[in-house]
């Protein structure tokens, strides 16, 4: 299974984003995830999806402000970021994972990762 991540890049405070994630390959992942790095900063958990969208599960940081989602018809997984804030900066990751939704990042596959970068 390889992931492609995209839809980072520069915003200001306030503003919003979307990430998408695509899936390709042998894929028979239930759980999908969203992590994110910060310069100097270990990953951290962001946001988690079950197989069929009916449940999610946000970091206390986000929640509220942003929205996963996912289309398994196109094998892809959204990030929804409102409201962004300068804490919000880091290199955000797509992860699959095949025995359904994790908070932990104990992810069989991960994407490269794209950068969000948001102005004060």
């Known amino acids: 299974v390889q992931l492609q991540a995209s839809g980072g890049g520069l915003v200001q405070a306030g503003g919003s984003l979307r990430l998408s994630c695509v899936a390709s390959g042998r894929y028979i992942s239930s759980g999908m995830g969203w992590f994110r790095q910060a310069p100097g900063k270990e990953r951290e958990f962001v946001a988690t999806?079950?197989?069929?969208?009916?449940?999610?599960y946000y970091a206390d940081s986000v929640k509220g402000r942003f929205t996963i989602s996912r289309d398994n018809a196109k094998n892809t997984v959204y990030l929804q970021m409102n409201s962004l804030k300068f804490e919000d900066t880091a290199v955000y990751y797509c992860a699959a994972r095949n025995r359904g939704w994790s908070t932990r990042p104990d992810y069989d596959y991960w994407g490269q990762g794209t950068l969000v970068t948001v102005s004060s």
């Open positions: 999806i079950n197989w069929s969208g009916s449940s999610t």
